[in-house]
């Protein structure tokens, strides 16, 4: 099988874009893309979207044909559904086709816009990645589902509170030079403790934002990007995705992610690397606890260790192995259908050395996106190199 290029990436800004449209947005990111390599438009034989709330937010299903033709490309166009893990898999997807020899150029990523619906109205919308049956009709948002696994994690391993303010002030802080992102504010250890609760023990602090956005990717096999001179120094060398029971009630522990693990061991074992080998990492930190889970899920810490690594400063920018540079969902927004995507863009021009937080990670060589869906009833987990 071929190996994986990311021959040119884009984004839109992340934030509220009450006057623009889901089509408009994915087309500024897919243009973008375009516009960051040489690929021509006709040379792209498929388009991978992913998409979560479109029906609900826009009233706009059968997604992928349209964004393809906002991408100004004419070919076969899938959508890809699995909740905020979306455009993960829609990438994966786009990598294995790759591979296979299938096609040699696919662009991939996903969009979704949220902030023209009220924050009930957007809740209620996510609310459907959880379990219908069982926990939407008693009432369970995601807020009080990761409420409830952030208790399982206290109580079975300890931290607080405070060890989980440090990830909120590191994500912002590293937000304030990325144009893309959200938010561009510093906050302070106190202001997330003091913050309105929105379900206890997590105040509004902690959580991601609704946002609005669109990523791309024009992904290229080795042989394409060689025959034609391309400038594409990030390969994808590794990719996974794990499972997980949708309904928290039916875990078996409340305080892990098996999915992310089964993700990271499948992506490791494609990449034939370790953790140990990861220079730089983005995950899926749509609430402080989450960024602590899956770091232990990835494997860079035990059970119950990583909910110290911000306070101690092992995962800010200056640390040994810094953590979502980007900001992070919690900084940076997570437009849910897009957020995968845009993970990997980042990594992507983090190891290109052309992205404002690059300086950190300059001996960089090894990066690592992860992507969750729901309370992590989906991962999926890319391994990205520089390329020798």
């Not at 074992?269 to 220079?279: L, P, R």
């Amino acid at each position: 099988m071929t190996g994986v290029r990311v021959a040119g990436v884009g984004l839109t800004q992340f934030g509220r874009h009450p006057e623009r449209t889901g089509r408009d947005l994915f087309g500024e990111a897919a243009l973008a893309a375009r516009e960051d390599t040489t690929v021509p438009p006709a040379d792209i034989e498929a388009v991978n979207y992913g998409n979560f709330m479109g029906s609900l937010a826009e009233r706009q299903g059968h997604q992928a044909p349209l964004m393809a033709e906002m991408a100004g490309v004419q070919c076969p166009a899938t959508c890809y559904e699995e909740a905020c893990a979306s455009a993960g898999v829609a990438v994966r997807e786009a990598v294995k086709t790759v591979r296979t020899g299938e096609a040699d150029v696919v662009l991939a990523g996903g969009c979704e816009r949220m902030t023209n619906l009220s924050t009930a109205a957007v809740t209620e919308g996510l609310a459907t990645a959880a379990d219908e049956l069982y926990e939407i009709r008693a009432g369970m948002t995601f807020p009080g589902a990761y409420a409830l696994m952030q208790r399982a994690y206290f109580e079975q391993f300890g931290g607080s509170r405070e060890d989980l303010a440090h990830i909120a002030v590191k994500n912002h802080d590293n937000a304030l030079s990325n144009d893309y992102a959200q938010f561009h504010r510093a906050i302070t250890v106190d202001e997330v403790l003091d913050a309105p609760m929105v379900a206890d023990p997590i105040g509004l602090l902690d959580a991601c934002p609704v946002t609005d956005g669109a990523s791309a990717l024009v992904l290229v096999s080795d042989e394409y990007a060689a025959e034609h001179g391309l400038d594409a120094p990030v390969s994808i060398t590794g990719t996974g995705q794990g499972g997980d029971s949708l309904a928290l009630q039916d875990r078996a522990d409340l305080a892990v992610t098996p999915a992310t693990e089964r993700a990271a061991t499948e992506a490791y074992d494609d990449a034939d690397v370790t953790a140990d080998d990861v220079d730089v990492v983005e995950v899926h930190d749509c609430f402080t606890i989450a960024e602590v889970m899956a770091l232990e899920g990835l494997g860079f810490y035990d059970a119950g260790e990583g909910i110290g690594a911000a306070r101690r400063g092992e995962t800010t920018a200056t640390g040994e192995r810094p953590v979502n540079l980007s900001g992070g969902l919690k900084a940076k927004g997570h437009p849910v259908g897009a957020t995968g995507g845009s993970q990997i863009v980042e990594m992507t021009r983090l190891l290109r050395g052309d992205h404002p937080n690059s300086d950190h990670v300059t001996d960089a060589t090894v990066g690592l996106t992860h992507n969750a869906g729901g309370t992590v009833a989906s991962a999926v987990v890319h391994v990205l190199e520089v390329a020798e």
